[in-house]
Structure formats: C-alpha cells, structure tokens
C-alpha cells in the first residue's frame, strides 16, 4: 500500500497505465486525452460484452469501481449510472481522480479511500454492477481472496461484477534458479521486501510494483 502511494505521488498516470506515453515527464493535454479516452472505449466495450453474454437491457444505476486511480474508467461510467463509487488505497491517486472529476463535470462520483481488506469504508451498500481492472494482478493472491469476498458481498441479487485476474504465471522456464528465489523471498519474507522497496527509494528509482 506504501508503494502505491509513492506511485500516486510521483507518477500517478504511469502507475495505473504503464506506458511510457503516460510517464509525468511526458504528460501533457493531448496524452491526457489518449489516456482518458481508452477508458471510454473500454467501458464501452464492458457494456456491450454484459449485453451481449449477460442481459440485453442491463443499465446499472451505481457502479463500484475498485482500484480506481486517477479516474480513468469512473468518469466514463458516471455517463452511465445514476451514482459511481470508487475506491483506491493512494491518497495521492484520489485527489489526482477528484481533479479529473472536476474537470469533465462528474459531480456523481464518490472517491473512497480503501482502508482495510473488508473495505468497510463503504459499509453494507450494494452496487448493481462491481468492477476492477488491472488491480488484483498488484495484489498477494491471499489478500486479493478477501477483497474478493468483500466485494461480492456488496453485488445486489441480479447484479454483475467484471473482475480482472491473473490466471497464469509469465515465469519462464529459462529463468534463472536465482530470480527464482528472489522472487519467492520478496513474496514470503516481509523483511526482503521492504529492504528491496527501501533501496529503490535510496536510489531514487521507482516505487516497487507487483
């Protein structure tokens, strides 16, 4: 969670999208627009996938949007729901979302912090349709089991919930025994891991990302 917010506050637009057209350095009105704008097209193809494989009619009036950043996929979505929740655990990403909010007139947007795997920053409300994008692939596969059973429990009866997950391993054969074992140090031993995210912050490099 610590990473994150060192994320949100030192290059909030990279560390939703990784692409180098997105690095702040780089950031300017026009790669904004290009950023933003591929949250409108997949929110547009989100729809027409429900409609197509789930219900036909299907017109959520409150969204759940977890992981949400900086805003790119809330603002599309508050065009089509009465009411739009998002929650992320950066501080820094929220503020930057509230701003983008802002700009494209998105006064049905609510942005939450997410402080605990239960998320019980917003309670016992239920949502027509729950989302996360590019999130649980950030997230210990444990931890991602309880956010996982905390969201399902805010699904209204009828509702649907879009989840992105990693289903395979990207390890290769061809890697070696020794990053190997650093990673399964870095994932098992918390000590390794903040010694690893502390000399990243020595050496001013980015902040870890899992």
């Known amino acids: 969670d610590k990473e994150w917010e060192k994320w949100g506050a ?4 990279y560390g939703v999208y990784s692409t180098n057209e997105f690095r702040k350095n780089k950031l300017n009105d026009e790669t904004k627009k290009i950023f933003f704008r591929s949250g409108q097209d997949y929110v547009q193809k989100v729809m027409a996938t429900l409609r197509t494989h789930i219900d036909q009619d299907i017109n959520p009036r409150e969204i ?9 996929l809330v603002i599309p979505f508050s065009r089509i729901a009465a009411k739009v929740t998002g929650i992320d655990v950066s501080v820094s990403m929220l503020l930057e979302a509230k ?8 006064m049905n947007v609510e942005l939450l912090r997410s402080q605990d795997d239960s998320l019980s920053v917003i309670n016992n409300r239920l949502y027509d ?7 649980f692939q950030h997230i210990p596969v444990r931890r991602g089991e309880r956010i996982l059973l905390a969201l399902l429990a805010r699904l209204k009866p009828g509702g649907c919930g879009v989840l992105h997950f990693t ?12 990053q190997k074992a650093k990673t399964w140090l870095r994932s098992n031993v918390t000590l390794v ?16 990302m899992q």
């Open 99 to 106: 701003r983008n909010c802002a700009l494209e007139s998105a």
């Open 10 to 13: 030192r290059d909030p637009y």
């Open 129 to 135: 349709l729950i989302h996360s994008y590019i999130v």
């Open 64 to 72: 759940l949007d977890f992981g949400c950043g900086v805003g790119r």
């Open 193 to 208: 891991d903040r010694l690893v995210c502390l000399r990243r912050d020595i050496a001013g490099a980015d902040p870890d």
């Open 167 to 178: 289903y395979a391993s990207a390890v290769s054969s061809k890697t070696s025994v020794a």
